[in-house]
């Protein structure tokens, strides 16, 4: 395998990639990582721990032959509400007609089925709705009571055993972490994960439950798939690492036709914070067969791209599908050609977000335009907790970002980041030597070349998390030779 040290990608956009069945050779893997994938996903809704536990072993393999950090994003299936079961097999509920859901474990029939969750129950109200199979199914409930509830069919459709239950008007008393959920925790954090992604956010408190018990062994990213998270937005993002439209489901619980704007919300206020955000499901979605999507689904992720999420992400596109890599491909080609497209950046950077009255956004902002008058090459930053270098992706620069870092879990996490391209270095004593080793990476990394400029932010002294405070200007001459410098092994 050649040594990938110089893979600069062409695009700020990052992609991420589920694993699967389809994509879980070490051969695999590089290949999706060369087709352009950024961070990879894995899914605890489906597969083992030890088969978990063995793709990572292949990425950290990828990773050390390739030279270049990767993000591992381990997803958390949440609580799975379901009906239980039929005692002759599937029902068919026609509009208008009445139906029952209890308690009761008995067999359901054409006028009743079991709902074994309590909590539902003592949460729902006349009038509220529940949805089944995906939304294919749509109740109102009309008369309720501790153990039960007397609805009404407003869509019918058939309805087979274990089919799940949706409740979009009301904040259910339940936890995103089942037993199954801490147990996959566990072997997450045990195995590396970079991210850990929580189901089933309904409120700011979800995000600290699930921090109370990863602490800082991994960055928590919420996935935004309930209609009472787009209420609590803003409180989950000041919680949360980073946030993921999980259009899918929002799909379910939303009017179809509310959720474009619901992502362009997440996407904005996401970025106006300074957290990643990842664009979610569906994105290529006939490519799980087929060897180019279709223009709609070009489309979708173009949009994606210019409304300047961080990222966007294949699920079972990769995991499962016939074409695993050239949907990442294609995924790579829309961003590029999105990106290149002249509006692209007047679009993002009518959408700037106001600064907080702070030195360290001041220099960020200013670390921006620099380099825009300019026309340098790459914005460096040195960054210990990724505090600076989130800043600079807040912004959104029309270059590169060449993130140096001491820690490794820094450099890995900040693979999700728009614009970043992130390098595990050894630390440096201050910051003319800091200047010299950035401008060096940035040469042998293909982000410059002699006589270009590149504007260097840090903080300083070394150290102190969100200490930006320091802006230079700095020219690549003969003297930055890349083979001077000394990595960590």
């Not at 409180?235 to 949360?240: D, F, K, N, R």
């Amino acid at each position: 395998m050649a040594h990938s040290s110089k893979i600069h990608r062409e695009r700020p956009t990052k992609i991420v990639a589920t694993l699967g069945p389809a994509s879980s050779t070490k051969q695999m893997i590089c290949a999706l990582f060369e087709a352009g994938a950024d961070v990879f996903r894995l899914n605890f809704s489906h597969g083992s721990h030890a088969d978990h536990r063995e793709r990572m072993r292949l990425i950290r393999e990828v990773e050390q032959e390739v030279g270049r950090p990767i993000a591992v994003l381990g997803d958390l299936q949440g609580p799975k509400l379901r009906v239980g079961t039929f005692g002759k097999g599937p029902i068919e509920l026609k509009e208008g007609q009445n139906f029952r859901l209890d308690l009761d474990p008995t067999p359901g029939d054409g006028r009743r089925v079991q709902l074994p969750h309590p909590e539902i129950f003592a949460a729902i109200e006349t009038g509220h709705d529940l949805l089944l199979d995906d939304g294919k199914v749509r109740l109102r409930i009309v008369k309720n009571g501790g153990d039960f509830a007397e609805t009404q069919v407003i869509s019918g459709h058939v309805l087979s055993d274990r089919k799940g239950v949706n409740v979009p008007d009301v904040v259910l008393p339940l936890s995103p972490l089942t037993p199954k959920d801490r147990a996959d925790l566990v072997v997450a954090l045990d195995m590396g994960v970079d991210w850990l992604a929580l189901s089933f956010v309904q409120r700011a408190e979800d995000i600290a439950e699930a921090k109370a018990l990863v602490g800082n062994r991994a960055a928590v990213l919420a996935k935004i798939e309930k209609p009472s998270a787009v209420r609590n937005l803003l409180p989950i993002l000041e919680l949360a690492d980073g946030v993921m439209v999980a259009r899918g489901d929002l799909g379910v619980e939303m009017p179809p036709e509310n959720v474009p704007r619901t992502q362009k919300l997440i996407v904005r206020e996401a970025r106006r914070i300074g957290k990643p955000v990842i664009v979610a499901t569906q994105m290529l979605e006939s490519m799980i067969t087929n060897a180019t999507p279709t223009r709609a689904e070009a489309s979708d992720v173009a949009t994606a791209v210019y409304d300047g999420a961080d990222a966007i992400m294949l699920s079972a596109e990769s995991a499962a599908g016939q074409y695993p890599i050239e949907a990442v491909q294609m995924m790579d080609r829309i961003a590029r050609h999105t990106q290149q497209d002249p509006t692209y950046q007047t679009g993002i950077d009518a959408q700037h977000p106001d600064l907080q009255h702070t030195a360290a956004d001041a220099i960020t902002a200013a670390a921006r335009q620099v380099a825009s008058t300019i026309e340098a090459s790459a914005i460096i930053t040195y960054t210990t907790s990724g505090s600076t270098t989130l800043r600079a992706a807040r912004e959104r620069p029309s270059v590169p970002i060449l993130c140096l870092t001491s820690k490794l879990e820094t450099a890995r996490r900040l693979m999700l980041s728009f614009g970043v391209h992130a390098t595990h270095t050894a630390d440096v004593a201050s910051f003319s030597e800091m200047v010299q080793k950035a401008v060096q990476i940035a040469v042998r990394d293909g982000l410059a070349s002699l006589g270009q400029s590149v504007v260097v932010t840090a903080g300083v002294p070394f150290g102190k998390p969100g200490n930006t405070n320091v802006l230079r200007i700095a020219v690549i001459e003969e003297e930055h030779d890349p083979r001077q410098l000394t990595l960590p092994a």
